[in-house]
């Protein structure tokens, strides 16, 4: 698509800004919408979100001196105006791709990131530790944390607005409201938000009433004091104590976020404010691109899509993810491969269909997580906690506590914030939550931040856990009916049987072998090849099905006959079972997907060691520096880490060649 970028091409830095006067600065949000919109629907990214935040962005560069006044964004998806404001233009057309831009702010990337975030509801704590640093220092740069009204439905946000009430420095947050988390927003805030919303929308109405009722001739002041009662009536409905003014802020708002003028207006004067503020701005999301405003849930998270008519291709978005209404909830009757999402929607809706006791959960990622055919079918049953993955599990532990059957779907990712509530709530008690971990490995486009790969490491050490990894459809289904009905734990039958993880990639389930649904046996896993004169057995986490099926075949044609072994179980392991594997072959390895310290190979081979077992291990993972790295679709990344099909194949048939070496020399010599 075209579009004009004379302006914007004029901006090398905030500073530009200063020159333009405000026509300039509306046709230049005018373009920046023009060039994300363009960008977005080549390579993907958040739309809505960003769409929504353009005038803020210009305002907030306009009046602040970044870098050296500091602007933190809270999530980072909002970031793209900021960026082309920031000299970045040159590289957006790479925006989000191996290499280019990234789609959040980094440190290393600009000097005018001020912080990395990706994960939601840092803003305010990291802003705060900015500020009271700067304080100490002596130093007079501005601090300002740009928050969504999704992002402040998580706890942390709250816990950095209570202290900094406490500690009274002059911090702006700004409260970017545009109704809408990823689906509408949830909760008390959200209610509280629209009602202070309704209190501007009152403030408006009485100005223009009083002017209008005082021109009336003759009534005018009789009229104007009968209806001074009324508004008291009417005020008392939307005047509140404020919850920000009670916390030890100052507020203004809310004003309207698409006034390039106003918003500036607002900003300078804060400016000079020497106590923490709140500026709750209103925004619409999806503002300018007529398809995101209609539906700014479909256009929050998008994969390429055309311009002009909207409509999303087939690489990736959350559009696909509303497609889950119209799937068949047996598969095999369709004859497109669900992705593991998917397949766990369907397979968690069977589960409650047949048990009145499973419930789902969701931190705010009702669509993402597959869950809104179980939205539609059992209202009562699922929660939306608003983005509080914390309170999501020890919410769930209550349920359990309570003889519900729980399910917290959530992303590998954003659970790394639950973990003490995973052991402290969950695990201490054996309490019989599932969480559902999609994104589990490699995920594509979003970078470091949302990489699912620390789960295993994270978990594994956890008492009373139960960690599974399907490879398949039905497999995942097999796995949750698993969890939900028994799974052998301490106290097996009465329904209490400990916490189960389930993790899936952000991937398309792999074409069904009968392997697949074989029943489960605990702590083994199962054999999708095995033959009589195998040398070599791959042990693989179960995403990386069609890889290790890939590099098995490859290492086949190379002459060295190779097993597969599916894990199923990361935890708990029957290990005479592995044991005896590790006896059985030439080499062993185990293939992973999440990172390798603290991985199931590191443990696998720890075994080996303890078991003096014949076999060699190789353990092939995710290293530490691969998130340096992590731009890029999961193929291209699961390449790049060496964890495709060539790229184990290699690893192994070097491997096997260096055995064969080793061996023939012991061999000479003995000779
Ligand atoms: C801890 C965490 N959980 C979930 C997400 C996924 N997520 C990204 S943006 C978003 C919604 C944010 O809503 P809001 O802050 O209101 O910003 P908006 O997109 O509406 O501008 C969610 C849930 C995340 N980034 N971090």
């Not at 999440?594 to 075994?607: K, N, P, Q, T, W």
Request: proline content about 4%; overall charge negative; some cysteine.
């Amino acid at each position: 698509m075209q579009h004009s970028v004379s302006l914007l091409s004029q901006i090398h830095g905030p500073q530009d800004l200063k020159n333009f006067g405000l026509k300039e600065l509306n046709a230049l949000a005018a373009e920046i919408r023009e060039c994300i919109v363009a960008a977005v629907s080549q390579n993907g990214g958040h739309l809505a979100s960003n769409l929504g935040v353009v005038e803020l962005s210009i305002a907030l560069h306009r009046v602040f001196n970044s870098p050296e006044d500091t602007i933190i964004w809270d999530v980072g998806h909002q970031c793209y105006a900021h960026k082309l404001l920031t000299g970045r233009l040159g590289g957006f057309s790479r925006l989000r791709k191996a290499g280019g831009l990234a789609g959040f702010p980094k440190r290393s990337e600009s000097p005018h990131d001020a912080f990395n975030t990706g994960h939601a509801s840092t803003s305010i704590s990291a802003a705060l530790g900015m500020l009271a640093a700067e304080h100490i220092l002596g130093g007079k740069r501005h601090v300002v944390a740009v928050i969504g009204d999704g992002a402040l439905t998580g706890g942390l946000a709250y816990e950095a607005l209570s202290h900094a009430g406490q500690l009274g420095l002059p911090l702006i947050v700004i409260l970017n409201d545009n109704t809408m988390s990823i689906s509408p927003n949830v909760g008390g805030l959200s209610k509280y938000l629209s009602r202070l919303s309704m209190k501007a929308k009152y403030q408006t109405f009485r100005r223009h009433f009083d002017d209008m009722a005082k021109q009336l001739p003759f009534i005018g002041d009789v009229f104007f004091d009968l209806v001074v009662r009324l508004k008291r009536a009417v005020k008392a409905v939307f005047y509140t104590d404020n919850f920000f003014v009670d916390l030890g802020f100052e507020y203004v708002g809310p004003i309207e976020g698409h006034h390039i003028q106003g918003l500036m207006e607002v900003l300078e004067d804060v400016r000079n404010l020497r106590r923490p503020v709140v500026i709750h701005v209103i925004t619409r999301k999806g503002k300018g691109y007529g398809f995101a405003e209609e539906d700014p849930g479909s256009y929050h998270g998008v994969g390429s899509f055309s311009v002009n008519d909207g409509l999303v291709g087939d690489r990736k978005s959350t559009n696909e993810v509303s497609l889950q209404a119209k799937l068949p909830r047996d598969f095999s009757q369709s004859n497109r491969e669900p992705s593991f999402t998917e397949a766990f929607g369907a397979a968690l809706l069977g589960a409650a269909g047949r048990n009145s006791r499973v419930a789902a959960l969701t931190a705010a990622m009702e669509k993402g997580a597959g869950l809104s055919l179980f939205k539609r079918a059992f209202p009562e049953r699922f929660f939306d906690v608003g983005i509080a993955e914390e309170h999501a599990v020890t919410f769930a532990a209550g349920l359990a506590a309570r003889g519900l059957k729980p399910v917290a779907a959530i992303y590998a990712t954003f659970i790394q914030r639950s973990v003490d509530q995973i052991i402290h709530d969950t695990a201490l008690q054996n309490l019989s939550v599932v969480f559902a971990l999609d994104r589990a490995g490699f995920v594509g486009d979003d970078g470091e931040t949302h990489q699912g790969l620390f789960d295993i490491a994270l978990f594994r050490p956890v008492p009373n856990m139960t960690i599974l990894a399907p490879a398949g459809e039905s497999e995942l289904r097999l796995m949750l009916d698993w969890a939900l009905v028994d799974n052998g734990g301490a106290f097996a039958g009465n329904g209490a049987a400990g916490p189960v993880m389930i993790r899936y990639p952000k991937a398309r389930c792999p074409a069904e072998v009968p392997g697949f649904s074989l029943p489960l046996e605990k702590g083994r896993g199962v054999w999708l090849r095995r033959g009589l004169k195998q040398r070599v057995c791959l042990a693989f986490t179960g995403s990386l099905y069609r890889e290790a099926l890939d590099a098995a075949d490859r290492l086949g044609e190379r002459g060295i006959e190779t097993d597969l072994y599916n894990l199923r179980f990361l935890k708990p392991v029957d290990e005479d079972y592995l044991a005896d594997i590790m006896n059985r072959y030439e080499l062993v390895a185990f293939i992973e997907e999440g990172i390798r310290s603290g991985g199931f190979g590191e443990y696998g081979a720890a075994l080996a060691r303890q078991r003096n077992c014949a076999a060699p291990v190789e353990v092939l993972a995710v290293e530490e520096g691969a998130l340096e790295q992590a731009l890029g679709t999961r193929e291209e990344l699961l390449r790049l880490n060496g964890l495709d099909g060539e790229g184990i194949a290699l690893r192994l048939e070097r491997c096997y060649a260096e055995l064969l070496k080793n061996a023939e020399a012991v061999y000479d010599k003995g000779l």
